[in-house]
Structure formats: structure tokens, C-alpha cells
């Protein structure tokens, strides 16, 4: 969806390396989300947002750091790469106040942390 | 602790054929059961929802089956096409709380 960008789209990087993963929108939502998708686990939650000033962890947690630094931009960051963390990052965004939480997915990062 | 679990996993349906992927949730709090479609390289989308006070709903080929009594909702795609082979994930959420996905089905339709 091109109203949620998610860049880089790919990236391969070294245990132990320092990596930030980045999300923006334009559909003016108020929430926001960062999951992780393994092949048959799905799509887990790592953290969302419900606004600039609200962080919350989601399932899986452990590893991971996230920043809000505006209503459209939410980063995800590995402060220390591992190679369990090798999966494909998705980024998603909801309207608030609504009564059910239809999420609008960005194009996916596929990081490989060898 | 996975409270929506999905199968099966894979899934090969010829052309023309009904494609059914299950999935069973836990929390009896969740009121609303979406699914998503996600194309290769794409982001999951949103295709089909339902809310607990409706058995089934239909949006073209695309069909909702809830049985609220067994905590299971099924998704069914009558006259499957080349064009629905995609990973399907079953999800849950109560109101506006954060969504519980399912494990993903992958679904090949041979022409």
C-alpha cells in the first residue's frame, strides 16, 4: 500500500550490528504497529502505538526498541542484530476511534542477519 | 501462546475447485474476525471481515462461516482462480484492541 512506506525493503547485516527499520504514512492514522512474519508463526506483534506519546510492547518484544518521532513515522531498531531476528518486518497503521481496528500493512522489510 | 490457531498451513485447490481454511480462537472476548490476503513481496490487506452476532458473510466468492459455539470461523472461496493464490491469515481482536493473527495458510489454485 502506498500510503505506508517501510524502508530499506531489503537488508543483510552482520550479528551484532546496530539496524533501524523505518515506517511512514500518509493516511493520517493515529496507530501504529510493528510485526514480524516467520513462516508458520504468522504475524507477530513486536510493539504499537496508539499515539505520539504512547509506546506499548507487543508478544516479542525482547530485542527490539521502537521510536514515534511524529504521528506518520515509527522506527523499529535491533540494537544488537541476531541471527533469530532474520525475518521479513512489516509496518501497519490504524484509524483511532473506530470500533474495530481494520490495519493497513506497509510493503514489508526483509532483513538477514547472518 | 498462540489464541488463533489456523489450518492447514498449505493448501493446493485446482481451478474452479472451493478453497476452506479453518481457524479456532480462544478468547471468547474477541468480537471481530478479520481475514487478510497477502500477495508475494506485498503486505497483508485486508478481504473479509465478520462481527459474532452474524453467522455468515458473503462478499463475492469470498465467504465468512462463524460458529460462535465452537469458537471457530472458517473462510471459504468458491470457484477458486489462479489469481487467489496468496497467504490468507485469520485474525482476532475484541473492539479496537490489537489483532491476534493466526499462523497463515499458503493457497496454490493449478490451473
Known amino acids: 500500500d502506498a500510503d505506508v512506506t517501510q524502508t530499506p525493503r531489503n537488508r543483510i547485516t552482520k550479528t551484532g550490528k546496530r539496524i533501524m527499520l523505518e515506517c511512514s504514512q500518509t493516511?493520517?492514522?493515529?496507530?501504529m504497529y510493528w510485526y514480524r512474519q516467520d513462516p508458520g508463526l504468522g504475524l507477530r506483534l513486536i510493539y504499537y502505538s496508539f499515539d505520539v506519546k504512547d509506546i506499548n510492547k507487543g508478544e516479542i518484544s525482547d530485542g527490539y526498541s521502537v521510536s514515534r518521532q511524529a504521528q506518520a513515522k515509527f522506527s523499529l531498531s535491533l540494537e544488537s542484530a541476531i541471527p533469530n531476528q532474520t525475518a521479513l518486518y512489516f509496518c501497519a497503521t490504524a484509524q483511532a476511534g473506530g470500533s474495530y481496528n481494520e490495519q493497513f500493512f506497509g510493503p514489508g522489510t526483509r532483513l538477514t542477519v547472518l | 501462546q498462540q489464541q488463533v490457531k489456523q489450518s492447514p498451513q498449505s493448501l493446493i485447490v485446482q481451478k474452479g475447485g472451493i478453497s476452506i481454511i479453518n481457524c479456532a480462537y480462544e478468547?471468547?472476548?474477541?468480537?471481530?474476525f478479520p481475514w487478510y490476503q497477502q500477495f508475494p513481496g506485498k503486505g497483508p490487506a485486508l478481504l473479509i471481515a465478520?462481527?459474532?452476532?452474524?453467522s455468515e458473510k458473503k462478499e463475492g466468492r469470498f465467504t465468512i462461516s462463524f460458529n460462535k459455539s465452537a469458537k471457530q470461523f472458517s473462510l471459504h472461496i468458491m470457484d477458486s482462480q489462479p489469481g487467489d493464490s496468496a497467504t490468507y491469515f485469520c485474525?482476532?481482536?475484541?473492539?479496537?484492541?490489537?489483532?491476534?493473527f493466526g499462523q497463515g495458510t499458503r493457497l496454490t489454485i493449478n490451473p
Open positions: 478468547n471468547t472476548a474477541f468480537d471481530y
Open positions: 485474525a482476532a481482536s475484541r473492539g479496537a484492541q490489537k489483532l491476534v
Open positions: 465478520i462481527r459474532p452476532d452474524v
Open positions: 493516511k493520517g492514522h493515529d496507530r
